[in-house]
């Protein structure tokens, strides 16, 4: 499984960006996607996510401000980033959780940075 990022880069803070991910690969089955980040010096956090079938869960910190969606045919995932802010700074990962052949996998993208000045 092969996951690949796109989108990032530097915003002022308010502004927005987009970031994708477009899976391949042996994918199986899908049981949920969504987006992480991590800044200098903290862990991953989780940003949004939706299992397939489940809800979508935000960060508390995003929400109303971030929106994740799928086109589940071109096995994509976005996320829109409105009114951005200082503290969105940091990497963002790319997650894909599901269930092959040998069972179950937890992929991860290489990560795309987003900077946000203020």
């Known amino acids: 499984v092969q996951l690949v990022e796109s989108g990032g880069g530097v915003a002022q803070a308010g502004g927005s960006l987009r970031l994708s991910c477009v899976a391949s690969?042996?994918?199986?089955?899908?049981?949920?996607m969504g987006w992480y980040r991590q800044a200098p010096g903290k862990e991953r956090e989780l940003v949004a996510e939706f299992a397939v079938g489940g809800p979508i869960n935000y960060i508390n910190s995003v929400k109303g401000r971030f929106t994740i969606s799928r086109d589940s045919a071109e096995n994509t995932v976005y996320l829109q980033m409105n009114s951005l802010e200082p503290e969105d700074t940091a990497v963002y990962y790319c997650?894909?959780?599901?269930?092959?052949?040998?069972?179950?996998?937890?992929?991860w993208g290489q990560g795309t940075q987003v900077t946000v000045s203020s």
């Open positions: 997650n894909l959780k599901g269930t092959g052949y040998f069972g179950r996998y937890n992929s």
């Open positions: 690969g042996s994918l199986g089955v899908v049981n949920a």
